[in-house]
């Protein structure tokens, strides 16, 4: 069997393995909402290029493109923790065929690189390219400058496999992606306005030279070539570790946050909840990927001058505080679904776990309040602006995403995360998750045009904090609805163990 043939089979069992999933129809919801999405995008993206193609043709500079790559580099870089997958899933039960186990990972690796999400950029680099073409650009050039714009993303798209592996093994792989995109980025708050004018003209002139000659699209073919046998051999390598079980272990000290004792039952659950976070590879990496995201937003809002209207600055607020119920309590009970059958020994075992759940994420939200002091002390964000959303999330928020207790069946692996199952989310976690960041806004944004936007903030603090000291009723009120479905729900975790 060649290796074309080989594509198209295993293209073939992913789909039927998808349609065979017990979440199959339920994902099909989170599938229309994430199209929908990406369609918003898309027409944001044809406006932006059709605005910087306007303006390169004005000014006979079709290199424009270039100085803002790096951040559109960067926006794909991101975007794809949450979206993208390393290598494939099913991975697994071809190491066990007669067919090369190399071409099974190359075949994986190239279906990534004929995701659709990789040609949502050409919705910008084709309006850019097609006015500027009309501003006085040869054809080759123009056909020149698409290839190599899309070959940046593809080159973005393996970079992102190499540094997703790396972190998933050792966190401090992280600084990596930070120097390379630092440096991309730095000239721009580092240099003064005359040096950075310098630099650009620099680059301008070169770019205008060089930048879109067949050369430079051979530098960048080499470069993904070189990634993509990298990630190839990475892959297989970390693939049969995996399977295999294979661990390299140490003795080291282990905290036992003794000072959780006082507590009982909920601080044994506490303690549970902590060092989940410390070593499960899966809820670590979306805590590590939370703090990222909130810094960088904090210190953009805090240092540019950008995200200046009121919608931005509730939204970015709200979204220091409910990103970690986002990603984790839309799936509360998912990891615990793993061990769901003892937590059923003992009355009301549950309630206090579910209890301790919520003092635990209502703790972690210190954190994005104290980042989020950045921008106070700048005078971007007010106060009480910061309180309301942070008693938001620990009353309304939370009552709404603890819901999910209720309904989810399906077990979350916690360690595998290059062969395990993609988790993808069932319709009522991406309503819930969308309610969670969307309700807040459009209520807050509604109150201001009947109150001022300090007296709508008050509002909001005291709604926040009554349903946060209410919390011992909405809780057991949870956990008897989850009784009431618990053989239901014990099937659905057995089944996707």
Known sequence: MNKIKLFFLLRKNVKLSNKRNVMFEANQYGKLFGYI????????????????????????????????????????????FATQQTPMMLVKPYLLTPISKYSAIECFLIQQLMDGGNFVWMTLFLPYTFIVW????????????????????????????????????????????????????????????????????????????????????????????????????????????????????????????????????????????????????????????????????????????????????????????????SVNLTKVMCPEGNFIDLLMVHEENILTLLRAKYYYYCGVLLLPFLITLIPVIMGKFSLIMVLAYLFTVTGPIYLLLFQMAVYNKQTLPLNEKLTGKNQMENKWQIIVSMTSMFAPIIFINLLQLIVSPDVAYWLLFITGVVITLSEPYWLRNIYRRMMLRRYENLEGFHATR
């Open 37 to 80: 999405t990406v369609a918003i995008f898309s027409i944001e993206f044809i406006a932006l290029g059709t605005f910087f193609g306007w303006l390169a043709a004005k000014e006979q500079a079709p290199e424009m493109v270039l100085f803002f790559m790096p951040f559109l580099l960067l926006l794909d870089f991101g975007a794809r």
């Open 134 to 325: 009309c501003g006085g650009i040869s054809g080759w050039t123009a056909i020149g400058m698409l290839c190599l714009l899309h070959i940046m993303v593809l080159v973005n798209s393996q970079w992102y496999l190499l540094v997703r592996t790396l972190v998933n093994q050792k966190l401090w792989w992280w600084a990596l992606p930070l120097a390379f995109y630092g440096s991309l980025i730095a000239p721009f708050f580092v240099l003064s306005d005359s040096q950075l004018d310098d630099l650009l003209d620099f680059i301008g002139d070169v770019a205008s030279d060089y930048i879109f000659s067949w050369w430079t699209f051979g530098i960048f073919a080499v470069l993904f070539i070189i990634l993509f046998a990298i990630n190839r051999r990475m892959q297989m390598r970390l693939i049969y570790d995996e399977i295999s079980k294979k661990e390299k272990t140490k003795l080291k000290h282990v905290s036992e946050f003794k000072a959780l004792n006082r507590f009982g039952q909920i601080g044994e659950y506490l303690k549970l909840e902590i060092k989940s976070t410390m070593r499960n590879k899966a809820i670590r990496g979306r805590f590590i990927q939370g703090v990222c995201f909130i810094t960088f937003f904090s210190l953009a809002i805090s240092f540019l001058d950008i995200y200046n209207s009121g919608f931005e600055r509730n939204f970015f607020c709200l979204y220091c505080f409910v990103f970690f119920g």
